[in-house]
């Protein structure tokens, strides 16, 4: 035990000038002084090294500590100490103390800007805390450098909220003055300042936090509504003052129903609501807003503690809904394939349709392409941004085309979905309601559809309260509707209000001349999905299709093209390759006209073609036709051809 300063300084001697370590030292001192001597630390320098320092740099550690060493120093003022803050490199900050220790620190440069780090003054109670990073008490001759041995150093390293070393604070007093009770009030007095050092991270953390949720509800596209357990308003973020069109005041300590008159949405009965579809009708305007509505409790240790409420516009719900399912217009005119006069003249009447808002009549046989014109006057329209829904009245029976039409309310009749649904009219609000097949619709859904186009409002099947509705109708028929009209299955006011830009399709046999552009086109789209390259397609094939009347028009040339590209893997596409039944009677250029060949006499024709112009070489001709050598002379010898 070392009890006097004789001894302890007998020690420093050695060790200094010996190299002896006394057995007694105690370790922590004894490790300091052998890494000084490693570091070469002169004990004999004058005074302490000064280095520049910014004061800013550690304006909040000052701050923060400040207190608690006018704390300190109050307790030990005028026994002669001096109660000192470094840096996390051992450079002093700040000192607090009695006139003349003050005088005597000065003289030794303990002052501002010194560096008392170990590895430069040696062992110290300021370079030692922060090499062990512990608090010590240094004593007398304990100090590696003579000047400091006058002096009993208590320090303790300051940490942040992570555990690192941000600074040391430190109490220094005469040598006769040592007291363990020294150390343990330095050591007090850091823990405070770490303390306050995590409140104030904690506040700043919680104040990022509310600018990060700020910024977060704000961004985003849904009114947000954050509430307490009593309705009090806690946050709104600009979307919902935005949605509902309120002044830019403050909300915050506002009831719910200070905002809203729906009770559904200000009590606390139900807690919870999903995809709650309201028509909101917001205070002091009693503007009628139609929206869906979630509302989310939040729970606190299972007890609730408030609400989060999420608005979003029903309008844009729908669009991002008919985004997802496929409900808009995906075809153009530039995507109609042709150039036969009649079609131009069609498409043309098209473009005039689309520049207007007028209900569009669209005539034609079955598969002349009546939806994909549709789909081009919408997309050519004002009201391209806005859904184009789709909806077959002849694939639809009867008793529910009224529910997809209009929709319903909950409870409308047995198995209705709850919460109900929204017909079509309400899903393409803004855009384009395309009624493909209208011939088929009962007189009894006619009456109601015609009341829609009237008023521009809708009612759902069960409810009672009008939607407006904004759509354009696109309707379109195989069926000669005049004729409906006169046997009395189709309504004449209703034909008068779809009829008012009429288009009649061409059939294909009117205009054969642009099966050549769209078996290309059919070839070439096909080719590129299945990453196959675009086949050598033969006159014989296309003259073959030219004399086919196609009763079901572009769409069976588009299964048949389809069904010939499956069946070959041939690189040349000839007549020999398409079904039976396009060979009805048919004209060859190679055999005589006016005579009925089957699809054998075909193959035999082709046969023999080839031959001919490759001059009877087998191989060339098998390549000609792309098929194998093999599979050319059985068809010789089928034939019995002999050349």
Same mark, same amino acid.
């Not at 690189?571 to 396009?582: G, Y």
């Given at each position: 035990?070392?009890?006097?300063?004789?001894?302890?300084?007998?020690m420093?001697?050695?060790?200094v000038?010996?190299?002896?370590?006394?057995?007694?030292?105690?370790?922590?001192?004894?490790d300091?002084?052998?890494?000084?001597?490693k570091a070469?630390v002169?004990?004999? $320098?004058?005074?302490?090294w000064i280095k520049?320092?910014?004061?800013?740099?550690y304006?909040s550690l000052?701050d923060?500590?400040?207190p608690l060493?006018e704390?300190?120093y109050?307790i030990?003022?005028?026994?002669g100490f001096?109660?000192?803050?470094c840096?996390e490199n051992?450079?002093l900050l700040?000192s607090?103390?009695?006139r003349e @220790?003050?005088?005597?620190?000065?003289?030794?440069?303990?002052?501002?800007g010194a560096?008392w780090?170990?590895q430069?003054?040696g062992t110290?109670?300021?370079?030692t805390?922060?090499?062990i990073d512990r608090p010590?008490?240094?004593?007398a001759?304990?100090h590696?450098?003579?000047i400091?041995q006058?002096?009993t150093?208590?320090?303790?390293p300051?940490?942040?909220p992570?555990g690192?070393?941000?600074g040391? *604070?430190n109490?220094?007093?005469?040598?006769?003055?040592?007291?363990?009770?020294?150390?343990g009030?330095v050591?007090?007095a850091?823990k405070?300042i770490?303390?306050q050092l995590k409140l104030?991270?904690n506040?700043?953390?919680?104040?990022?936090?509310q600018?990060?949720?700020?910024?977060t509800t704000n961004?985003m596209?849904e009114?947000?509504?954050i509430?307490?357990r009593d309705?009090?308003?806690?946050?709104?973020n600009?979307?919902?003052?935005?949605l509902?069109?309120?002044?830019?005041?403050?909300?915050e300590?506002?009831k719910?129903?200070?905002l809203?008159n729906?009770?559904?949405i200000c009590?606390?009965?139900?807690?919870?609501?999903?995809?709650?579809? *309201?028509?909101?009708?917001?205070?002091?305007?009693?503007?009628?807003?139609?929206?869906?509505?979630?509302?989310? @409790?939040i729970y606190?240790k299972?007890?609730?503690?408030?609400s989060m409420?999420i608005?979003k516009?029903?309008?844009k719900?729908r669009?991002?809904?008919?985004?997802?399912?496929?409900?808009?217009?995906?075809i153009?005119f530039a995507?109609?394939?042709?150039?036969?006069?009649?079609f131009?003249?069609?498409?043309?009447?098209?473009?005039?349709?689309?520049?207007t808002?007028s209900?569009?009549?669209i005539?034609g046989e079955?598969g002349?392409g009546?939806?994909?014109?549709?789909q081009?006057?919408?997309?050519?329209?004002?009201?391209?941004?806005k859904?184009?829904?789709?909806i077959?009245?002849?694939?639809?029976p009867r008793?529910?085309l009224?529910?997809e039409?209009?929709?319903?309310v909950?409870g409308?009749?047995?198995?209705?979905?709850?919460g109900?649904?929204?017909?079509?009219?309400?899903l393409?609000?803004?855009?384009?309601?395309?009624?493909?097949?209208i011939?088929?619709?009962?007189?009894?859904m006619q009456v109601l559809l015609?009341?829609?186009?009237?008023?521009?409002e809708v009612?759902r099947?069960?409810?009672?309260?009008?939607?407006p509705v904004d759509?354009?109708i696109?309707?379109?028929?195989?069926?000669d509707?005049?004729?409906?009209?006169?046997?009395?299955?189709?309504?004449?006011?209703?034909?008068f209000?779809?009829n008012v830009?009429?288009?009649?399709?061409p @059939?294909l046999?009117? $205009?054969?001349?642009d099966?050549?552009l769209?078996?290309?086109?059919f070839i070439?789209? *096909?080719a590129?999905?299945r990453n196959?390259p675009?086949p050598?397609?033969?006159?014989?094939f296309l003259e073959?299709?030219?004399?086919y009347?196609?009763?079901g028009?572009i769409?069976e040339?588009?299964?048949?093209?389809?069904r010939v590209?499956?069946?070959?893997a041939k690189?040349?596409l000839t007549?020999?390759?398409?079904?039976?039944?396009?060979?009805?009677?048919?004209?060859l250029p190679q055999?005589?006209?006016?005579?009925?060949?089957?699809?054998?006499?075909?193959k035999?024709?082709?046969?023999?073609?080839a031959?001919?112009?490759?001059?009877g070489n087998?191989?060339?001709?098998a390549r000609y036709?792309?098929?194998?050598r093999?599979?050319?002379?059985?068809?010789?010898?089928?034939w019995?051809i002999?050349?």
């Amino acid at each position: 035990m070392i009890v006097t300063r004789e001894q302890v300084k007998s020690m420093w001697e050695k060790f200094v000038f010996h190299n002896e370590l006394d057995p007694d030292l105690p370790p922590m001192i004894r490790d300091s002084w052998l890494r000084s001597k490693k570091a070469m630390v002169d004990p004999f $320098r004058p005074y302490g090294w000064i280095k520049e320092i910014d004061n800013e740099k550690y304006r909040s550690l000052i701050d923060w500590s400040l207190p608690l060493m006018e704390g300190l120093y109050s307790i030990v003022k005028g026994s002669g100490f001096l109660v000192i803050l470094c840096n996390e490199n051992g450079q002093l900050l700040l000192s607090i103390g009695d006139r003349e @220790p003050l005088a005597r620190a000065e003289e030794i440069g303990f002052i501002a800007g010194a560096d008392w780090s170990e590895q430069v003054m040696g062992t110290n109670a300021i370079g030692t805390s922060i090499a062990i990073d512990r608090p010590i008490q240094v004593f007398a001759e304990e100090h590696y450098t003579k000047i400091c041995q006058s002096w009993t150093c208590s320090a303790a390293p300051i940490h942040d909220p992570d555990g690192r070393i941000i600074g040391v *604070l430190n109490m220094s007093g005469p040598y006769e003055k040592v007291h363990s009770h020294t150390l343990g009030m330095v050591v007090s007095a850091v823990k405070a300042i770490e303390y306050q050092l995590k409140l104030h991270e904690n506040a700043e953390k919680n104040v990022m936090m509310q600018r990060f949720l700020e910024a977060t509800t704000n961004n985003m596209k849904e009114g947000i509504l954050i509430i307490d357990r009593d309705g009090k308003i806690v946050k709104a973020n600009n979307q919902l003052k935005k949605l509902f069109r309120i002044p830019q005041l403050q909300l915050e300590e506002k009831k719910l129903d200070d905002l809203f008159n729906d009770p559904s949405i200000c009590s606390n009965h139900p807690l919870h609501l999903q995809n709650q579809e *309201l028509h909101l009708s917001v205070k002091p305007s009693n503007a009628v807003h139609h929206v869906l509505v979630d509302k989310i @409790p939040i729970y606190e240790k299972k007890e609730r503690i408030g609400s989060m409420i999420i608005v979003k516009e029903i309008e844009k719900v729908r669009q991002f809904v008919n985004h997802l399912s496929g409900n808009q217009a995906k075809i153009t005119f530039a995507d109609m394939i042709g150039q036969h006069p009649c079609f131009i003249e069609k498409m043309n009447e098209a473009r005039l349709a689309a520049a207007t808002d007028s209900n569009v009549l669209i005539l034609g046989e079955s598969g002349t392409g009546k939806e994909m014109v549709a789909q081009a006057i919408h997309n050519e329209s004002k009201r391209r941004n806005k859904p184009f829904i789709a909806i077959n009245c002849g694939g639809i029976p009867r008793d529910l085309l009224g529910s997809e039409l209009f929709g319903y309310v909950d409870g409308a009749f047995t198995g209705a979905k709850k919460g109900g649904s929204a017909g079509k009219f309400e899903l393409a609000n803004g855009g384009t309601l395309f009624l493909d097949e209208i011939g088929e619709m009962s007189l009894e859904m006619q009456v109601l559809l015609l009341r829609v186009i009237q008023e521009k409002e809708v009612m759902r099947i069960g409810g009672h309260k009008v939607i407006p509705v904004d759509v354009r109708i696109i309707a379109a028929t195989n069926k000669d509707l005049r004729q409906e009209v006169q046997k009395g299955s189709f309504r004449e006011d209703l034909f008068f209000r779809l009829n008012v830009m009429p288009i009649v399709l061409p @059939p294909l046999r009117k $205009r054969k001349e642009d099966i050549p552009l769209l078996v290309r086109h059919f070839i070439e789209k *096909l080719a590129h999905k299945r990453n196959k390259p675009f086949p050598e397609i033969r006159s014989d094939f296309l003259e073959a299709l030219m004399q086919y009347d196609w009763p079901g028009n572009i769409r069976e040339l588009q299964n048949m093209i389809e069904r010939v590209l499956n069946q070959c893997a041939k690189p040349v596409l000839t007549a020999a390759d398409l079904p039976e039944e396009i060979f009805r009677p048919l004209r060859l250029p190679q055999v005589r006209e006016n005579v009925d060949i089957s699809r054998n006499e075909i193959k035999k024709q082709s046969i023999i073609e080839a031959l001919k112009q490759c001059n009877g070489n087998i191989s060339k001709a098998a390549r000609y036709l792309g098929i194998s050598r093999s599979t050319f002379y059985r068809q010789m010898d089928k034939w019995n051809i002999r050349y």
